[in-house]
């Protein structure tokens, strides 16, 4: 009898076991007149690229001391840990955390990895003004725009652009009123 | 200590509540910063553009400074050095850096592959602390960073960092050949730089486009190339195909990247859907202007992976394009021979120089294209410092 039980789906980067492509590497060496057309100043791929044979040697480098991991650190699902160094200034955190969390379950060829890094930003502004008010600071646009240096070398485009602006605002709220006092017209009676 | 503080697209603060970096690898250094560099690279950053910009950030990838404190495995620097810091955090032992490729070091940015670890660029380079402050943790100080030569300034030093290298690579990776026509789009500092060492490879010729006045003026003077305005054309391409006898430059230089002016559509598509890795018009344009068979060289930063771009050009017309960041410490020796011998004067590009307690000023200004700017140079107040 026939199941009805389908089988689960396994993503091909859980199957494919790390480091393969060393050992397909060595097959092709088998077949007749295998790289001999191969010419390393032909390889516009690299910008002056410096030969050294070290493309293949990929785990057989010396590497640094490991950087104790005592934060939490995202990394690109395109390697299987973290770097031997790394940064430490904004480890994730909050509600941009979560999002960025998220973001790094894809990889670096997904629009959905940088779009939902690029939404993340966007959340963690507001996150930043939340944190800066618990600390007691309040943002100052004035200074943190560099409004100071436009008030000194461009004083008539920002008068200029201000008064554009407050008559855009001024003329929004007349119109938003307006409409408001002709509701506050209307006869008592006619919704009656 | 004293540092630039990123609170959101177009709003940071220099505040002096920022901890102290600490050793936290045997082979860091901790650096007391005597000059930075705003770059205009930074300003991706500063309007929001690249994914992964949090915000407590320090940025700054251009600086100098002198080492005051080593981790147990540092053995080439000690205290006191004097050191210019290249951009790249490189390991120098990965098979990338081995190859010079220390702009694409596998083991010093676990967030992306795509590119290795810089300072103060976001978490998609490895979330470092950057040198817009007063003090630097410094990985695998052994590394890259070099003790600035006997006799050279100071601000020609801070310029070796990124700029100047970037601008050479650019012009590098054009392969360019004696007698060569060169475009260059972009009169930024590295537009301008490339323009500049595009000379040093034999070009016959370099033209340089932007739509700002003064920056093109600027370009006329410092690297002695033409510069055309591509608001003052009817069609850019067609231009620079009528001033190369109807075949095309040799080499194009795109150090413009994901905020191109000059095109509507992939303005509101790229720079404010985010819709695509910015805008890509400088990049359409090198693609469509260069020669069948020419080579298109990218220095310009995009964020996400993805863009609209013309391949079928770039098929059809057999276009090498090649593109990479600058791998600073392969180049600096060179570079510091040119500057020492006269070659290039990296300072001259240097226009504006601000306390960095008025960082936020010098990014404005930096952004908006005031006061004639073309390279803003921060200086913290314990530069000077015994």
Not at chain 1, 7 to 24: C, H, S, V, W, Y
Not at chain 2, 145 to 154: A, L, N
Not at chain 2, 158 to 164: G, P
Not at chain 2, 236 to 264: H, R
């Amino acid at each position: 009898m026939e199941t009805n039980v389908k089988k689960r789906r396994r993503p091909l980067e859980t199957t494919i076991p790390a480091n393969q492509d060393r050992r397909i590497a060595a097959q092709p060496k088998d077949i007749p007149g295998w790289g001999m057309d191969a010419d390393p100043e032909n390889d516009p791929t690299y910008p002056m690229k410096h030969a050294n044979g070290a493309d293949h040697q990929r785990l057989d480098y010396e590497k640094a001391p490991q950087q104790p991991v005592d934060m939490e650190i995202l990394h690109s699902i395109e390697r299987p840990n973290v770097t031997r160094v790394f940064g430490t200034s904004t480890p994730p955190k909050g509600l941009s955390g979560a999002i960025r969390r998220f973001a790094y379950r894809y990889s670096e060829a997904t629009a959905t990895h940088w779009m939902t890094l690029i939404l993340a930003d966007r959340v963690n502004v507001y996150e930043g003004i939340l944190e800066d008010l618990a600390h007691g600071i309040i943002p100052n646009p004035w200074v943190e725009r560099g409004w100071r240096a436009e008030w000194k070398v461009n004083r008539a485009g920002m008068i200029q652009k201000m008064a554009v602006g407050a008559l855009a605002v001024t003329g929004a709220v007349v119109f938003l009123t307006r409409k408001n006092r002709r509701k506050e017209r209307l006869p008592a009676g006619r919704y009656r | 200590m004293l540092a630039m503080n990123f609170r959101g697209p177009f709003r940071i603060r220099a505040d002096r509540n920022r901890p102290d970096p600490e050793i936290k690898h045997p082979n860091d250094a901790i650096v007391r910063v005597t000059r930075s560099l705003i770059c205009g690279s930074d300003l991706h950053l500063y309007h929001g553009m690249v994914p992964d910009t949090r915000v407590g950030m320090t940025f700054g990838h251009e600086f100098t400074g002198i080492v005051e404190a080593v981790g147990s495995g540092v053995q080439k620097l000690k205290v006191g050095d004097h050191v210019l810091v290249p951009f790249n955090i490189a390991c120098g032992s990965c098979p990338f850096c081995k190859q010079e490729l220390y702009g694409n070091c596998h083991e010093s940015n676990p967030e992306a592959t795509a590119v290795g670890g810089f300072f103060g660029y976001a978490h998609i380079a490895g979330g470092y602390d950057g040198g817009q402050a007063e003090y630097v943790r410094v990985p695998y100080a052994d590394v890259s960073p070099t003790v600035i030569p006997e006799g050279m300034d100071i601000e020609d030093a801070v310029m070796l960092t990124d700029v100047t290298p970037t601008g050479y690579q650019a012009a590098e990776q054009g392969g360019i050949q004696p007698g060569d026509t060169v475009v260059v789009f972009g009169a930024g500092p590295v537009g301008i730089m490339a323009a500049r060492c595009s000379w040093l490879f034999g070009a016959g010729r370099v033209i340089i486009i932007d739509h700002l006045e003064y920056r093109l003026e600027f370009a006329r003077n410092y690297a002695k190339c033409e510069a055309y305005n591509f608001k003052d054309m009817d069609d850019p391409v067609v231009f620079l195909k009528k001033a190369t006898d109807w075949y095309g430059a040799d080499v194009c230089i795109d150090a413009v990247g994901c905020e191109a002016s000059g095109d509507a559509l992939q303005t509101i598509l790229g720079k404010k859907l985010l819709f695509e890795a910015g805008s890509a018009t400088a990049l359409h344009w090198a693609i469509n202007s260069v020669k069948k068979g020419g080579i298109v060289s990218v220095i310009g930063v995009y964020g996400p992976p993805w863009n609209l771009v013309p391949m079928g050009s770039l098929m059809n017309k057999g276009i090498t394009l090649r593109g990479n960041q600058a791998s600073v410490k392969r180049l600096l020796p060179k570079l510091i021979d040119h500057v020492m011998a006269g070659r290039l004067n990296p300072k001259g590009l240097i226009t504006h120089r601000v306390p960095l307690e008025e960082v936020p000023d010098a990014y404005h200004m930096f952004s908006a294209k005031r006061d004639n700017i073309i390279k803003p140079l921060l200086i913290p107040p314990r530069a000077y410092a015994a």
